[in-house]
């Protein structure tokens, strides 16, 4: 007969993404006398990951401790450098490669994977060690117990009681933020970290489709700016450099209600001066090639095109018979071009929210609730935001390692 569990041994994580697989886990590696129940509201764990589309997820970065600046110059949380310390990005990809994930080492230390392969590997390696998965079951309530311990509800059935409860429930708006909220938590409000922005002319967006490059962007408002690679399409801007620029300066362009001229820099690998001599040498050998089917290096004709229409540039003539304040303005449109933006949107590839959990609300050894001894919280359901590039899920696995440690050492003492 099933020996009956003491209510010490047993743990709820709710939210099965890539921090409460990654808790339960090591909860159990860590504690194996323990009963893990991880619950997940989806009809499967780490559901993005199986997103149609969704090519290589960047899923860490391999690059510990350098960039680890906070986007925005923030000091990280003492929680989170605490985690990072002990699970740097070598231990993610360390991690990977035990699961059998098969990590790819992209630009910049980036670790890439295949979201469904990840997802597989992770839900096997949490049966594997004996995490009871419950998907398919949102946690409605959680209630603490006189004599300790904890209930938990769904809205259908009564779940069961643990000594302690790790809220893993994401980024986004949840029930598990609202809950902590409602039991007197400091939650700051959600908002993505990582953008796509529109523009506020559609045809820019349809004329540049597909252009995808190494650019300089710059807020008008305030000059802060930064370089990478944009990626152009009907949906808006977005790409790396959108991404930390929108981690660098989010809060400004959530008070703009993202409304705000981003100055972009399509050719930052040509000076101004440069760029006029390359033309005026383009002018003096001659030739009859038509302006229009000279591109600069990556470049298409067609986005060359757009460019040169914007500076009233005839792409028929031939580079002789182009006029000086004509190449001029082709310059200023290169180098300078004024892009009014009039909202955003989530971009296709990495994504990050800040807000969430204060750290400073949790002991930053464990991640426990400071005013809710029993509780904990990890993941992206925190408030932080590092820079696109992996470092933000370096953040979250750590977090979730940590909490697993932290646990573990509160129930072994
Ligand atoms: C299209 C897309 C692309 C993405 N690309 C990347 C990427 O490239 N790299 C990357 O690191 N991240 C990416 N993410 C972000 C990723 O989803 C997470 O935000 C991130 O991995 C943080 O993990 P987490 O476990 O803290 O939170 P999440 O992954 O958000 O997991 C939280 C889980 O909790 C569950 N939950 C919430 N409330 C309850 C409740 N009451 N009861 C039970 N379950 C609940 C949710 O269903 C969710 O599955 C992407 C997300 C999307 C949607």
Not at 11 to 29: C, D, E, H, K, V
Not at 124 to 142: I, T
Not at 178 to 199: H, I
């Amino acid at each position: 007969m099933a020996r009956a569990r003491n209510i010490g041994e047993v743990f709820f994580i709710i939210g099965g993404g890539i921090a409460g697989l990654m808790t339960s886990i090591w909860l159990r590696r860590l504690l194996p006398a323990s009963a893990v129940t991880l619950v997940e509201r989806s009809d499967l764990c780490c559901p993005w990951m199986l997103r149609k589309g969704l090519h290589e997820p960047i899923v860490g970065n391999a690059l510990s401790g350098e960039n680890l600046a906070m986007a925005g110059g923030d000091p990280p949380p003492a929680l989170l450098d605490r985690a990072l310390a002990a699970w740097p990005g070598e231990a993610t990809l360390g991690w990977l490669r035990e699961l059998e994930a098969q990590p790819q080492l992209g630009a910049n230390g980036a670790i890439q994977v295949e979201g469904a392969l990840l997802q597989r590997r992770l839900c096997e390696a949490a049966r594997a060690v004996g995490v009871d998965l419950k998907e398919n079951c949102a946690v409605q309530d959680v209630r603490g117990q006189p004599g300790g311990g904890f209930r938990l509800w769904s809205a259908e059935e009564a779940l069961g009681e643990a000594a302690a409860v790790v809220f893993a429930t994401g980024g986004e708006r949840n029930h598990g933020m609202a809950l902590l909220r409602e039991s007197g938590s400091s939650v700051a409000t959600p908002r993505a970290g990582f953008l796509r922005l529109r523009p506020a002319s559609r045809r820019f967006g349809q004329r540049l489709e597909g252009l995808s490059r190494e650019v300089r962007v710059m807020l008008e408002k305030t000059g802060a700016a930064s370089v990478g690679r944009i990626h152009c399409g009907t949906r808006g801007l977005e790409g790396p450099v959108i991404a930390d620029l929108s981690a660098r300066s989010g809060g400004e362009l959530a008070g703009w209600r993202y409304r705000f001229a981003l100055q972009v820099d399509w050719v930052p690998e040509w000076s101004a001066a440069g760029l006029r001599k390359a033309f005026i040498e383009k002018t003096e050998q001659g030739g009859r090639q038509p302006v229009g089917e000279d591109p600069l290096p990556g470049f298409s004709v067609r986005h060359w095109n757009y460019f040169l229409e914007q500076a009233r540039v005839d792409p028929a003539l031939p580079w002789p018979r182009t006029k000086d304040r004509k190449r001029n303005a082709l310059i200023e449109r290169l180098k300078r071009e004024r892009i009014p933006i009039e909202g955003m949107g989530l971009p296709a590839g990495e994504r990050a929210w800040k807000g969430g959990m204060d750290p400073s609300a949790l002991h930053p050894e464990s991640g426990g609730v400071r005013e809710k001894p029993g509780l904990y919280c990890c993941g992206e359901m925190l408030d932080f935001l590092y820079p696109p590039g992996g470092y933000q899920a370096n953040a979250v696995w750590a977090s979730a390692y940590h909490t697993a440690t932290g646990i573990a050492a509160e129930h072994t003492a």
